[in-house]
């Protein structure tokens, strides 16, 4: 409801309902996925996880957008859009991330990133060291 339209972007493949597919994927675009993928996903653009779709992987894209069922951990630099119809059971790592009623969540959620913290609990330790 509150979240803008997906950006415009080439699809540039389609794993179809029915198809299954093990192995990694990498890719500029857009991929939609309908039907049953493990394994990793890499990409830099957006991954589309429609409804039915069953994805055992660890993802790193720009965006995810999850209508089906995601096992497995996200990295997205840009956002993760989980739908009504969505299931993630795994942790994401991204600055945007959209939960819709009825969805389905189970994980932890991060919003900075790595060097981040390493700054922040330096600066607690340092704190507490000089008391």
Known sequence: MWEKKKPKEELKAVLGKGAEFTGKMIFEGMVRID????????????????RG??????????????????KGGIKAKEK????????????????????EEGAFFDGRSSMSDATQKDSFSGKADKKAANG
């Open 35 to 50: 039907g049953n993928f493990e394994g990793e996903i890499f990409g830099q653009g957006s991954l589309d996880i429609g």
């Open 53 to 70: 779709a069953l994805v055992k992987a660890d993802i790193d894209v720009h965006r995810v957008y999850i209508g089906g069922e995601v």
């Open 80 to 99: 993760v859009s989980i739908h009504a119809t969505g299931k993630l059971c795994g942790d994401v790592h991204t600055p945007v991330l959209i939960v």
